[in-house]
């Protein structure tokens, strides 16, 4: 029997993606896919077309009332619209899909990439023949945000990538939000021994542990829903890729964790906000070492020098 499904589309600021893909998973959406518009040049569009923020695709099983479900998302994206008042005003529309369009639709925006010289990661659905020097991982887009395909994530694959292309690459890892456990996995992959991973959404831990479990990296990783102020030890590598805000509400705790000479490595930062984060780590014990963009977001990369 074929199933059907419902695409919903809005169109929402890049800023916010994050916290309306786990809004959206929260009221049964299966999948999400962002990407941004793309203007026909040769034809004046309508004032409210012009902008470059991220339109969101979002995947339901069809529901029995369609409008009962939009109802349920305007009120999801209400509750949000303190933080983003934009939200407040999004017009949802929305069309059928059967299951060969939902595949269709769906895996074309998720093929394989690589991250540096060794890293590669694809979803299930596509087989990837590795070579002796690939690390692979499989990971499917799901209920917890980080494919590796947004620019925050992205930043941060190559930043660590590049930490474990150095002479002394990180042993015990720190990665907090871990989401669906991208960034954790890619760490244990390439060479870490210990990885703890925290995320407070105990939904995304769930979904960690699945994708890691399915990369047989398990005894590297641990997981965790404690907040972070309850985690115990140092760590050769920090990750954080959560909002500007909460690393700078964290930066305390995130630094105390980093070991001498350890990196920490910020991202979830949009570039107008770099100066604000820069500033809040401006009095630790840290070396800036470089701060790198894509599209509107940054990542900031320190060293800790004692």
């Not at 695409?7 to 990407?35: K, N």
């Not at 069309?95 to 369009?101: Q, V």
């Not at 699945?210 to 102020?229: E, F, G, K, R, V």
Request: glycine share 6%.
């Amino acid at each position: 029997m074929m199933n059907k499904w419902l695409e919903m589309r809005l169109t929402v600021p890049d800023q916010a993606v994050d916290l309306v893909s786990q809004a959206l998973m929260g009221i049964g959406c299966t999948g999400i896919t962002a990407a941004e518009k793309v203007l026909d040049t040769f034809v004046v569009p309508p004032p409210d077309s012009l902008t470059n923020d991220p339109v969101l695709r979002a995947y339901f099983i069809y529901p029995e009332n369609v409008e009962t479900l939009c109802l349920t998302v305007q009120e999801a994206l209400s509750s949000l619209a303190d933080i983003y008042p934009e939200l407040a005003e999004t017009r949802l529309d929305y069309r059928e899909l059967a299951d060969h369009d939902w595949a269709s639709d769906w895996q074309q925006h998720f093929p394989p990439f690589k991250i540096g010289s060794r890293l590669v990661i694809h979803p299930s659905w596509i087989d990837w023949p590795a070579t002796d020097e690939e690390v692979v991982l499989t990971l499917d887009p799901g209920q917890a945000f980080g494919t590796g395909t947004h620019a925050t994530t992205g930043l941060c694959l190559e930043a660590l990538s590049d930490h474990f292309e150095t002479t002394s690459p990180p042993q015990r890892v720190l990665d907090v939000g871990t989401g669906s456990g991208i960034l954790a996995m890619a760490c244990a992959a390439l060479g870490a021994t210990e990885v703890v991973a925290c995320d407070i959404d105990s939904d995304a831990c769930q979904v960690a542990i699945a994708n890691i479990q399915q990369n047989q990296l398990s005894q590297q990783i641990s997981i965790t829903d404690n907040p972070l102020d309850q985690i115990p030890g140092e760590y050769n590598l920090v990750l954080a890729n959560i909002l500007a805000a909460e690393n700078i509400r964290l930066a305390t705790s995130l630094v105390e964790r980093l070991a001498a000479q350890g990196r920490l490595v910020l991202s979830g930062i949009l570039i107008e906000q770099e100066r604000q984060v820069i500033d809040g780590f401006a009095d630790f014990p840290l070396t800036l070492l470089s701060t790198n963009h894509r599209d509107e977001w940054t990542c900031i990369i320190y060293q800790r020098h004692e």
